[in-house]
């Protein structure tokens, strides 16, 4: 029904940057609460950033003031800007999107609560 698809993940140094996409396709309302997750190696799958319908934002301890999500409505696409990156920050990130229409902070923040899903884009990041 809905599409989540992953890009721009890479190798990078510790402080440096990558931006992360996520194009949507199908039924989706761009209403929808679209997250960021991450899930490193024998961790559990977290989320990093949410953006709700009204574009407010909101983000985990350790990405906030370094992440930034924002959305694309009229080209259905997600994105992070991650600077300053650190060793702890590798894992897969995936795109998500639950059926809700709510602010940043009402959006859902276990992943279970996602009904749709990117396939993950690997993000690595060295010291």
């Known amino acids: 029904q809905v599409q989540l698809a992953e890009s721009g993940g890479g190798s990078v140094q510790s402080g440096g940057s990558l931006r992360l996409s996520c194009a949507a396709s199908g039924n989706m309302d761009s209403r929808y609460c679209m997250s960021w997750f991450r899930q490193a190696p024998e961790k559990e799958r977290e989320r990093v950033a949410v953006i709700g319908s009204d574009g407010s934002t909101d983000y985990s301890d350790s990405a906030k003031g370094r992440f930034t999500i924002s959305r694309d409505n009229t080209k259905n696409t997600l994105n992070l800007q991650m600077n300053s990156l650190k060793p702890e920050d590798a894992a897969i990130y995936y795109c998500?999107?639950?059926?809700?229409?709510?602010?940043?902070?009402?959006?859902?923040?276990?992943?279970?609560?996602?009904?749709?899903w990117g396939q993950g884009t690997q993000v690595t990041v060295s010291s």
């Open positions: 998500a999107a639950a059926r809700y229409i709510s602010s940043g902070y009402d959006c859902p923040w276990r992943a279970r609560e996602y009904h749709y």
